[in-house]
C-alpha cells in the first residue's frame, strides 16, 4: 500500500515536500514514479526513479525545479518541488513498478498506486 503525504497549497515561487510511504511490503527493489492529473485530463509522468537510485527521469516540464528521492531504509519515496508555477496545481500520485521491464515514463507500467495528494498553486 502506498500512501502520499505532503500537499497542499502554496504560492507560485514555492515549494513542498511530497513523501510516499509504503507499507505491507518493501519496495526497494521497486521502480518509483510520481504522477499527477488535473480534473478531465489523463494522468501524466512527472518524475521516476530506478531501484537502485542511480537513474532519474523527469518530465520536461519539471526539470530543473523538481527533484526526486528514496530512502529504501524507510521505504519512502520523496518529491522535492522548488519553484512551483500555478499550472504545477494537481492531484499528486505515487506508483510503484514491481517488474520493472518497460518505460518508467509510461503509468502503465505501474502495479501499485497511491490516493493522491493535492497540490494548488496560487499566482
Known amino acids: 500500500q502506498l500512501r502520499e503525504f505532503g500537499g497542499g497549497e502554496v504560492q507560485a515561487g514555492g515549494f513542498l515536500r511530497l513523501s510516499c510511504a509504503a507499507s505491507?511490503?518493501?519496495?526497494?527493489?521497486?521502480?518509483m514514479g510520481w504522477f499527477r492529473q488535473t480534473p478531465g485530463k489523463e494522468r501524466d509522468f512527472v518524475a521516476a526513479?530506478?531501484?537502485?537510485?542511480?537513474?532519474?527521469y523527469y518530465a520536461d516540464s519539471v526539470k530543473g525545479r523538481f527533484t526526486i528521492s528514496r530512502d529504501n531504509a524507510k521505504n519512502t519515496l520523496y518529491l522535492q518541488m522548488n519553484s512551483l508555477k500555478p499550472e504545477d496545481t494537481a492531484v499528486y500520485y505515487c506508483?510503484?513498478?514491481?517488474?520493472?521491464?518497460?518505460?518508467?515514463?509510461?503509468?502503465?507500467?505501474?502495479?501499485?498506486w497511491g490516493q493522491g495528494t493535492q497540490v494548488t498553486v496560487s499566482s
Open positions: 506508483a510503484a513498478d514491481e517488474y520493472h521491464y518497460g518505460d518508467p515514463r509510461n503509468s502503465y507500467e505501474y502495479d501499485y
Open positions: 505491507g511490503g518493501t519496495v526497494s527493489t521497486y521502480v
Open positions: 526513479l530506478s531501484w537502485t537510485a542511480d537513474r532519474t
